[in-house]
């Protein structure tokens, strides 16, 4: 559950002043290399996902939020994204709770049943949709095989609609191309 930002944290309710935290969000990118895993109830650091270390980066929109979120988590060497009330990682059982998430649910208008792990499925759904190919999504994810990133493409009429209207432009260029060649209509 937790994860790690890799640099210092402000100081709680400081500026984000660090060069590299600074730097890393400046890009839009960051490499990730490490995470914390419950195993037993203990908190243990781990390799991602695969052991695939990998670079992801992320929305404008999104790193403008987790710059605002970073200046309230603790400072320290391996601080946390994800902290509760008194700065330590919410466990498995007690994570809603101690990060409001019900709250956070209502206020962004998700479904009740909406877990942490969905903004997962649902942010690398949007990202095939925005047109990424499966090896991308298989990078994007630390995915060892297509059938897992395939999870993520899934079909939707808009996207349908999108793509018939990339086909159909590609028809009318084609044909305004042979015009102008004087090669009439195909």
Known sequence: MGVRVGAPAPERGGPCREPARASWLARRSRALDR???????????????NN???????PTVLADELREHLT???SG????VFTGERGATPRRGNWRANVGWTDALVAAGL???????DLRHTGNHLVAQSGASTRELMHRMGHSTMR????YQHATESRSRELADRLDA???????EAKLAGNGDP
């Open 72 to 74: 309230r988590v603790p």
């Open 111 to 117: 479904p009740k049943g909406f877990h942490f792990h």
């Open 148 to 151: 897992a990133a395939l999870i």
């Open 35 to 49: 995470s914390l895993i419950e195993r037993g109830g203990i908190l243990e650091p781990a390799p991602p996902k």
């Open 52 to 58: 695939s270390v990998r670079i992801v980066t992320i």
């Open 170 to 176: 590609l028809v009318i260029a084609h044909r305004e």
């Open 77 to 80: 060497p391996d601080s946390l």
